[in-house]
């Protein structure tokens, strides 16, 4: 059995598609059962998902609440959910797949009391600078490493992530590039001539671990060679309200256009 564990953004009570969703669509296009646990990356959402899959179809979802309203107490319910979760269905063959670094915490926990057998740890959202707080970067970073230690196979969606995790020490065989594409050939794409050949997407939560600011500075410099070009954000959180007002201030309307 194969168990997926993630944080993702819930929007009217829906997961939003993300790089664990691709895997969970992989395995269902190959009639792979699993389970796919997801929690709530904000906390506006109280509730975790956990769904099973079987031979590609869903079988069954249950939605869980979470309790606590504080953020460090409520990541302890998350994982003890998923904990609790897995228990029930351990076994010698059991494999599990997490993402980011609190997630495979758990992950080790359920290799410790040999319940499960194997994790890969899915560097899916990592970032130098992921919280504005140093006290939790620091943290961040201590578990990171940790997990990555930990895990029988590493997983990171950027050639950068590869990079870095070979500065710190990962094994070559264990640093795998799974880069973060759609599946392409299963999607309606316009004809040639109609792509916006000036179009730029980034698709991200609008938190600190991106440089939006320069990427809005580099547009308003680009826009004077390239007058049609656009950056499109999807995504929303933090910084939203503060880079919304410097495109404003800055004359990029028409330029930078916020998807939400």
């Not at 009391?113 to 201590?142: G, T, V």
């Not at 070009?229 to 309200?241: D, M, N, P, Q, Y």
Request: proline share 4%; aromatic share 10%; charged share 20%.
């Amino acid at each position: 059995m194969i168990v997926i564990t993630t944080h993702a953004v819930f929007l009217d009570g829906r997961d939003i598609y993300g790089p664990p969703h691709a895997i969970s669509v992989y395995l269902n296009k190959h009639k792979q059962s699993h389970i796919f646990i997801k929690h709530s990356l904000y906390l506006n959402y109280p509730y975790s998902l956990v769904e099973h899959y079987e031979n590609g179809r869903l079988k069954n979802q249950t939605s869980i609440r979470i309790k606590s309203s504080i953020y460090l107490l409520r990541l302890l319910e998350e994982q003890y959910i998923s904990f609790q979760t897995i228990r029930k269905i351990g076994g010698s063959q059991l494999l599990i797949i997490a993402t980011n670094p609190v997630n495979h915490l758990c992950a080790m926990a359920l290799k410790w009391f040999h319940i499960a057998k194997k994790s890969i740890y899915f560097s899916a959202d990592f970032a130098i600078s992921r919280f504005e707080n140093p006290l939790m970067n620091r943290a961040y970073h201590w578990i990171d490493t940790l997990a990555q230690n930990n895990a029988q196979s590493v997983w990171s969606i950027s050639k950068r992530i590869v990079a870095y995790r070979k500065r710190h020490g990962l094994a070559k065989k264990k640093n795998i590039l799974v880069p973060n594409a759609p599946f392409f050939h299963d999607i309606k794409r316009a004809p040639h001539d109609m792509i916006r050949r000036h179009d730029l997407v980034v698709v991200s939560a609008l938190e600190p671990g991106v440089a939006f600011e320069m990427l809005i500075q580099v547009v308003g410099e680009l826009k004077k060679v390239i007058p049609d070009i656009r950056l499109i954000l999807i995504g929303s959180g933090s910084k939203e309200k503060a880079l919304k007002k410097s495109v404003i201030d800055q004359g990029l309307g028409k330029h930078i256009i916020f998807k939400g």
